[in-house]
C-alpha cells in the first residue's frame, strides 16, 4: 500500500436530500450528512468527528437514531445494491455493530428508518415499486415482518414507531396514512380510512395513542387510536410584502403532545408527487413536524416554523411563536433568500434548542428562551455553522500569505474559507453563475469567471468588490501564476494572459479546437500547461506565445492537469479511466483507474505525493513514481464527482470540492517522514484591505453616534428635570392630603408604635447591609483603579527599557560600523596589493622582454664576428694571391686593416654604452612606478575624501532643509495646541464647576429622595390601616342596625299580641292561656334570641379580629417588599449616576493629560530643535572651508562620530532629567499612545549613519 495517508479534519457542507439529516448525539454534538460522511459536531468546542460511509458506496438516502442516542443506522446504496449498517455512537471511534445486506424480498432502496422504544427494532420502509415495510430484530439480523405498505405502490414518505410500545408503527405516505400493529409474525393494519387520504407529508407521536400529521395543503390533523379528532389549517396570507400565518379553523377535540421526535421524510420523494399543488402557493406545505414537552413544531411554508403550545384551562393546543428564517443581506436578491423549505426539526435532549435544515443545504438552530421574549413579534433562527454552498462547487483555490480557500458555486456565490481556524471569512451572492475562482499568492485579490463576465476583486475586511471587468463570457478556468503577476483566463478553447500591474491583456493563446477543461502554471510562471476535451495537452512558452511541447489523444477528453515541480513531467486525467504521464510530447506511462474515472489531479511541491479525485467522489493517496499495481490509499469523501483537488502551498492540507456542494479539508502524513515536514519561516499575513470611503464613512458613522449620545444625554436629563417637576409637584399634593389625614388619625396611631419600631429596626439592619455592601463595591473600584495605575506605572517602565534598548542598539550601530569600516579597509589593502602584483607582473614581463633583446643582441653580435672572419680570410687569401703579383697595394690593405678594427673597436664601445644605457632605464622604470603608485594612492584618497566631503554636504543641506520644514510644522503644531490648550482650560474650568454643583445637586436630592420614601411608606402604611378599621366598623355599624330592626320589629309584635290579648279581659281563663302564651312565646324565645346572638357576636368578632390581623400582616409584608424593591432601585440608580460622573471625570482628566503632554513634548522639540540648528550652522560652514583646503587638512571621521555620540548622550541625559521633573510634578503621567518627539530619535539615527 501507499505510504501517504489522508486524514479527514473539516468539512463544510450539508447533504440536505438524506432523510432525517440532522439531530442531536447529546446536548452538544449534533450529526448530520455531508458528503459521504455522518459528521459529529461539537457546537461549543467547533471540532468534528467523522463517521465514513462503506466502500464503493453511492451515497446515503436515509439515517434514524435510537432512542436511547447508542446506535445510528444509516442506510445507502452500495455497487447498485441496498444495505444498512447500524453503528455504536458510544465506541470511540464509531465502529459498525451489523450490517443488514441478504433480503429475502425485492428492494432496490430504503427510504425511510426507525428505532423502536427499546432499541431492539428497526423499522424500514423500501421505495416503490416494492414499497415493502420491514419489522427487523436488527441484532439477530432477523426479518419478523414483511408487508407491502401500500398497494397502489404510492411514495412512503415517513415511518415510526410508537414511542410507547414497539409493536405499533405508523406510515405516511401520498394518500396513506396507517397504523399497523405486529401480532403473530405480521404487521396487521388497525386503522381503516374514510374517503380520499390526504397527501401526509411529516407525522410525529405525541402520545402513547395520538399522532399528528401534517399534508402537502397546510393542514394539521390529529389521529387518536386511527380515528381524527382534531384539525387545524394553517394559510399563509400576503395582505403587505411580508407574509403572515394565521389558524383559520379549529375543529372542538383535544389533543395532547409529548416530546420524541420522529423521522422526517425525504424532500426528493415529496417534491416529486406534489408537482400539482405548485399552483396551490397560498397553503405551505408541513414538511417538518417535533414534538417536545410544552407543545410542537411544525415547518409552515418556506422559511417559517410554528410553534403550538399547549393551555393549562383547556385541553388544546394554540400557536404561541412563529420562527423564520432570517434574511441573507450578501445575498443576491435579499427578499428571496428566506425563501427555504424547512425539512427537519430536532429538539436537543434538554429542549433548549431547536435545530432545523433546509433546502438549499443550510443549518439554523435557535435558542427556545429566545422565543419567550417578545410575544409580539416573530423570532429569527441563526446559523447553526455557517451559511453553505447549495449547489455544486465549480471552483477552488488557495494562496500562499494567508490560510484561505476561495470556493465558486452554481448557487452563484463566491465564498472565502479559513482552513486554519475552519470559518467563513466572506462570501456573497451574485445574478450569475460562478464557473471558477483563483486566488492572488498574497490573499488580498480573487479572480472569478461568472457566466458574463470576468471580474477581478478585492477581498476587504467585510466585502468581495469587483475594481475591474473583462469581457470574457463563461471563463470555465482562470489560475493566478505562483508570482501573482499574471493570471490566466479561458474564453472557450482559447487562453486570454492578463498581467496585475496594468491588468491588460498581453497575450492570447490560440491552438485547442476544443473547450479548455484545466490550467496549470510551473513553478517559475514561465510556462503553462492546459488540457482540454479535444485530447491535447499542450505547454505554452509565455515569453514566446508559442506551444513547446505538445501531446494529443483525441480519444480522451481530459478532465485535469498538473505537473510536476522541476516543470519536466506532465500529469494528466481524462475519460478513458487512466492517469497519464507525459514528458517531451510522449506519453511516458498510462496508469489504470481500475474502473473510474480520475476527475481532478494534484501533485506535492516535493514532488513525492499525488492525490486524484474520482467519479464516485472518493480520494486516492499515491506516492511518486507512479505504482503499476493497485497501490494507493483510498478514502470515502464525497456523494458526486470531485470538481476540483488542490494541496496547500506548504503540503500540510488537502482540499477537495465536488458537485455534492461539500468542502473537504484533509491533513496530508507521509509514513516515510518526507515531503510534507516544511516549516513557515514567515508566518500567515494578518493584514486586510479597507477602503478609503468604507473607513471615512465609519468615522463619520462614529462621529453621528457620539453627537446622537449627547443628544440623547441632554434629552434625557431634560426628561428627568420634568419628571422631577411632576414629582415634586405630586408629593405636595400628596404631603397636603396626608397630612390632613394624619392629623384625622393620629389617636389611632398608638397601637401599631411596636410594629413600626420593628419595622425601624429590619429597615435600619437592610440599610446597614446596602451601605457595607456600597462600600464594599467602592472598595473593588478603588482596587481596580489601583491595578489600572499599577499597569500604567508598567508600561513606563517598559518605555523606560525599550529606550535603554535603543541607547543599546546605537551603540551597537556603532560597533558594526567601526567594523564595517574595519572589514572596507581590509578590501582596499586586498585591492591595491592585487594591483601591485599586476604591476610586478608586467614588470618582470619588461624585463623579459629586456632579456629577449640582450639575447638578440649578442646573437646579431656573433653573426656579425663570423662575417667579419669571413671577409678577413677571403681577403687574406686575396692579397695572399695578390702578393705576388702587387706588392705594391700591400700598404693600403694594411691602412684599410686598420680602418676596420676601430670600427670593430667603436661598435664594441656602442654595445657597452647601450648596456649602460638599458641599466638607467630599468632604474627609472622602478622610480616612475613608485611614484604612479604614491599618486594613485593621492588620487585615490582624494576621490574618496571628495566624494565623502560631498555626501556629508547633501545630507547636512538635506538635514538643514528637513530642520526647517519641521522647525515649520512645529511652529503650526504649537499654535494650533496653543489654541486648543486655551479652548480646553476654558472648558474644563465651567465643567469642573457644574460638577461640583451637580454632586451637591446628587447629594441633596439623595437626602429628600431618602426623607421622602419613610414619609411615603409610613402614610401608606397608615392609610391601609383606617381604612380596615373603616371596613371593621361600618360592619359593626351594619350588624347593630340590623339587630335594631330585628328588636323594633319583635317590640311591634308584642304589641299587636298584648293589644289582642286586652279583647279577653272579661274572661280571666282566656286571657290567662293567653298572657302563658305571650311569655312562652316572646320571654324564653328572647332568651334565647339574646344567647344565640351572644354567641354569634363573639364568633363575628373573633373572625373579624382574625380577618383584621391578617390583612394587617399581609400588608406590612407588601410593605415590606416594595421598600425594600424601592430602596434597591434607588441605590442602583445613585450607583448608575455616580459611575457615569466618575467616567466623564476620568475622560476629562485624561483630555487633560494629554494636552499637558503633547504641549511638553511640542516645547522638548522645539528646544530641541533650536540647539541643533545652532549647532548645525557653525559645522556646514565648517565644512565648506574644509572642502576648499587641501587633503591633509580634513577632520578626522573618528572625531566627528564621537563628538556627535557624546552631545546625543547630553541630550538624552538631559531629556531624562525632564522627564522625572515632569513626573514629580502632580497630576501629570507620561501616556504611552503619544510619541511626539520623534524628530530626536530620526536626528539620532541621521547623526549615527552620517
Not at 1194 to 1222: A, S
Request: aromatic residues 8%.
Amino acid at each position: 500500500m501507499s505510504t501517504v495517508v489522508a486524514q479527514s479534519l473539516h468539512v463544510f457542507g450539508l447533504r440536505a436530500h438524506v432523510t432525517n439529516n440532522i439531530f442531536f448525539f447529546d446536548e452538544q454534538i449534533v450529526i448530520f450528512p455531508s458528503g459521504n460522511h455522518c459528521v459529529k459536531y461539537n457546537l461549543d468546542q467547533k471540532w468534528q468527528k467523522f463517521i465514513a460511509g462503506s466502500d464503493k458506496s453511492q451515497g446515503m438516502l436515509a439515517l434514524s437514531i435510537s432512542p436511547n442516542r447508542r446506535y445510528l443506522a444509516i442506510s445507502e446504496t452500495v455497487q447498485e445494491k441496498p444495505i444498512i449498517t447500524i453503528y455504536e455512537l458510544s465506541s470511540i471511534p464509531c465502529r459498525k455493530r451489523k450490517v443488514l445486506n441478504n433480503f429475502d424480498f425485492q428492494v432496490q432502496k430504503f427510504t425511510s428508518m426507525a428505532f423502536s422504544p427499546d432499541s431492539k427494532y428497526l423499522l424500514t420502509q423500501t421505495s416503490p415499486p416494492e414499497s415493502n415495510l420491514v419489522y427487523w430484530l436488527w441484532e439477530k439480523q432477523k426479518v419478523m415482518a414483511v408487508i407491502k405498505a401500500d398497494i397502489q405502490n404510492n411514495p412512503i414518505y415517513q415511518v415510526s414507531i410508537n414511542p410507547q410500545d414497539s409493536t405499533q408503527v405508523c406510515i405516511t405516505g401520498s394518500g396513506v396514512f396507517k397504523l399497523l400493529r405486529f401480532a403473530e409474525g405480521t404487521l396487521k393494519q388497525t386503522n381503516f380510512q374514510r374517503g380520499e387520504s390526504p397527501n401526509c407529508l411529516a407525522h410525529a407521536w405525541v402520545s402513547e395513542d395520538r399522532i399528528i400529521v401534517g399534508t402537502d395543503t397546510g393542514r394539521l390533523f390529529l389521529f387518536e387510536s386511527g380515528d381524527q379528532r382534531w384539525e387545524t389549517s394553517i394559510v399563509v396570507k400576503e395582505p403587505t410584502s411580508s407574509r403572515s400565518l394565521d389558524i383559520i379553523h379549529e375543529s372542538e377535540s383535544l389533543i395532547e403532545f409529548p416530546p420524541p421526535s420522529s423521522p422526517i421524510s425525504s424532500i426528493e420523494q415529496i417534491t416529486t408527487t406534489t408537482t400539482t399543488y405548485t399552483q396551490q402557493q397560498a397553503r405551505p406545505q408541513v414538511f417538518a413536524i417535533a414534538a417536545y414537552s410544552k407543545g410542537f413544531a411544525c415547518s409552515a411554508g418556506p422559511g417559517r416554523v410554528l410553534l403550538f403550545e399547549k393551555v393549562e384551562e383547556k385541553d388544546f393546543y394554540r400557536e404561541s411563536r412563529e420562527i423564520r428564517i432570517p434574511v441573507d443581506q450578501q445575498s443576491s436578491d435579499p427578499s428571496q433568500s428566506d425563501k427555504q423549505d424547512v425539512l427537519c426539526l430536532c429538539f436537543s435532549p434538554s429542549e433548549e434548542t431547536l435545530v432545523a435544515s433546509t433546502s438549499k443545504n443550510q443549518l439554523y438552530s435557535i435558542t427556545m428562551s429566545l422565543t419567550e421574549i417578545s410575544k409580539g413579534e416573530a423570532a429569527h433562527f441563526e446559523y447553526l455553522l455557517y451559511p453553505l454552498h447549495s449547489a455544486s462547487i465549480t471552483g477552488l483555490a488557495t494562496c500562499i500569505r494567508k490560510p484561505l480557500i476561495a470556493t465558486c458555486s452554481l448557487d452563484r456565490s463566491v465564498r472565502i474559507w479559513n482552513y486554519e481556524s475552519n470559518t467563513l471569512e466572506l462570501y456573497k451572492e451574485y445574478q450569475e453563475e460562478a464557473y471558477t475562482v483563483s486566488l492572488h499568492p498574497s490573499g488580498h485579490y480573487i479572480v472569478v469567471g461568472f457566466a458574463d463576465k470576468l471580474r477581478l476583486m478585492n477581498l476587504l475586511i467585510d466585502d468581495i468588490r469587483p475594481f475591474k471587468e473583462y469581457s470574457v463570457r463563461g471563463c470555465k478556468e482562470c489560475a493566478f501564476s505562483n508570482g501573482g503577476h499574471l493570471f490566466a483566463a479561458v474564453n472557450g478553447n482559447v487562453i486570454h494572459i492578463f498581467t496585475t500591474t496594468n491588468l491588460e491583456n498581453i497575450n492570447n493563446l490560440k491552438g485547442h479546437t476544443g473547450k479548455i477543461r484545466s490550467l496549470v502554471w510551473n513553478l517559475d510562471d514561465s510556462k503553462l500547461i492546459s488540457a482540454g476535451t479535444d485530447g491535447a495537452v499542450y505547454e505554452w512558452n509565455l515569453s514566446t506565445g508559442k506551444r513547446e511541447t505538445e501531446c494529443v489523444l483525441k480519444s480522451c477528453s481530459y478532465n485535469s492537469v498538473t505537473t510536476s515541480p522541476d516543470a519536466k513531467v506532465i500529469f494528466a486525467v481524462g475519460s478513458d479511466q487512466t492517469l497519464k504521464e507525459i514528458a517531451d510530447s510522449l506519453i511516458l506511462r498510462e496508469i489504470p483507474a481500475f474502473d473510474v474515472a480520475y476527475t481532478a489531479i494534484t501533485i506535492s511541491h516535493s514532488g513525492r505525493m499525488i492525490f486524484v479525485g474520482t467519479s464516485v467522489g472518493t480520494i486516492r493517496a499515491m506516492k511518486y513514481p507512479l505504482p503499476l499495481q493497485k497501490e494507493f490509499n483510498e478514502y470515502q469523501a464525497h456523494a458526486g464527482p470531485v470538481t476540483k483537488i488542490l494541496l496547500t502551498f506548504d503540503d500540510q492540507f488537502l482540499l477537495t470540492a465536488a458537485e455534492d456542494g461539500c468542502l473537504f479539508t484533509w491533513k496530508v502524513f507521509d509514513k516515510d517522514g518526507r515531503g510534507i515536514k516544511r516549516e513557515r519561516e514567515v508566518g500567515f499575513a494578518e493584514e486586510v484591505l479597507v477602503t478609503k470611503t468604507d473607513m471615512e464613512e465609519k468615522a463619520q458613522i462614529m462621529l453621528e453616534l457620539k453627537t446622537r449620545v449627547e443628544e440623547l444625554k441632554m434629552e434625557n436629563e431634560y426628561q428627568l428635570r420634568l419628571k422631577d417637576m411632576n414629582y415634586s409637584e405630586k408629593i405636595k399634593e400628596l404631603t397636603d392630603k396626608f397630612i390632613q389625614e394624619m392629623e384625622s388619625l393620629k389617636t389611632k396611631n398608638q397601637v401599631l408604635k411596636t410594629e413600626k419600631e420593628k419595622q425601624d429596626i429590619s429597615h435600619r439592619e437592610r440599610l446597614e447591609e446596602l451601605i457595607d455592601k456600597q462600600s464594599r463595591e467602592l472598595q473593588d473600584l478603588e482596587c481596580c483603579n489601583n491595578q489600572k495605575l499599577l499597569l500604567e506605572y508598567e508600561k513606563y517602565q517598559e518605555l523606560q527599557l525599550k529606550s535603554q534598548r535603543m541607547q543599546e542598539e546605537y551603540e551597537k550601530q556603532l560597533r558594526d560600523n567601526d567594523e564595517t569600516k574595519s572589514q572596507a579597509l581590509e578590501e582596499l589593502t586586498e585591492f591595491y596589493e592585487a594591483k601591485l602584483q599586476e604591476k610586478t607582473g608586467l614588470l618582470e614581463e619588461a624585463q623579459e622582454d629586456v632579456r629577449q633583446q640582450l639575447r638578440e643582441f649578442e646573437e646579431t653580435k656573433k653573426q656579425i664576428e663570423e662575417d667579419e672572419d669571413r671577409e678577413i680570410q677571403d681577403i687574406k687569401t686575396k692579397y695572399e694571391r695578390k702578393l705576388r703579383d702587387e706588392k705594391e697595394s700591400n700598404l693600403r690593405l694594411k691602412g684599410e686593416t686598420g680602418i676596420m678594427r676601430k670600427k670593430f673597436s667603436s661598435l664594441q664601445k656602442e654595445i657597452e654604452e647601450r648596456t649602460n644605457d638599458i641599466e638607467l632605464l630599468k632604474t627609472e622604470q622602478m622610480k616612475l612606478q613608485g611614484v604612479i603608485k604614491s599618486l594613485e594612492k593621492d588620487i585615490q584618497g582624494l576621490k574618496r575624501e571628495i566624494q565623502e566631503r560631498d555626501e556629508t554636504i547633501q545630507d547636512k543641506e538635506k538635514r538643514i532643509y528637513d530642520l526647517k520644514k519641521k522647525n515649520q510644522e512645529l511652529e503650526k503644531f504649537k499654535f494650533v495646541l496653543d489654541y486648543k490648550i486655551k479652548e480646553l482650560k476654558k472648558q474644563i474650568e465651567p465643567k469642573e464647576n457644574e460638577i461640583k454643583v451637580m454632586k451637591e445637586q446628587i447629594q441633596e436630592m439623595e437626602a429628600e429622595l431618602e426623607r421622602f420614601h419613610k414619609q411615603n411608606t409610613q402614610l401608606e402604611l397608615n392609610i391601609t390601616e383606617l381604612l380596615q378599621k373603616l371596613r371593621a366598623t361600618d360592619q359593626e355599624m351594619r350588624k347593630e342596625q340590623q339587630k335594631e330592626r330585628d328588636l323594633e320589629a319583635l317590640v311591634r309584635r308584642f304589641k299587636t299580641d298584648l293589644h289582642n290579648c286586652v279583647a279577653y279581659i272579661q274572661d280571666p281563663r282566656l286571657l290567662k292561656e293567653k298572657i302563658r302564651g305571650l311569655f312562652e312565646k316572646y320571654v324564653q324565645r328572647a332568651d334565647m334570641v339574646e344567647i344565640a346572638g351572644l354567641n354569634s357576636d363573639l364568633q363575628q368578632e373573633y373572625a373579624r379580629q382574625r380577618e383584621h390581623l391578617e390583612r394587617n400582616l399581609a400588608t406590612l409584608k407588601k410593605k415590606v417588599i416594595k421598600e425594600g424593591e424601592l430602596h434597591r432601585t434607588d441605590y442602583v440608580r445613585i450607583m448608575q449616576e455616580n459611575v457615569s460622573l466618575i467616567k466623564e471625570i476620568n475622560e476629562l482628566r485624561r483630555e487633560l493629560k494629554l494636552t499637558r503632554s503633547q504641549i511638553y513634548d511640542l516645547e522638548s522639540a522645539l528646544k530641541v530643535s533650536k540647539k541643533t540648528r545652532a549647532q548645525e550652522v557653525p559645522e556646514s560652514v565648517l565644512t565648506k572651508d574644509i572642502v576648499g583646503t587641501s587633503s591633509t587638512m580634513r577632520l578626522n571621521e573618528q572625531e566627528e562620530t564621537g563628538r556627535i555620540i557624546e552631545m546625543q548622550r547630553l541630550e538624552i541625559r538631559r531629556l531624562r532629567d525632564q522627564i522625572q521633573e515632569q513626573e514629580q510634578v502632580p497630576g501629570f503621567h507620561t501616556i504611552a499612545g503619544v510619541r511626539l518627539p520623534s524628530l530626536i530619535d530620526s536626528d539620532v539615527d541621521f547623526e549615527i549613519h552620517t
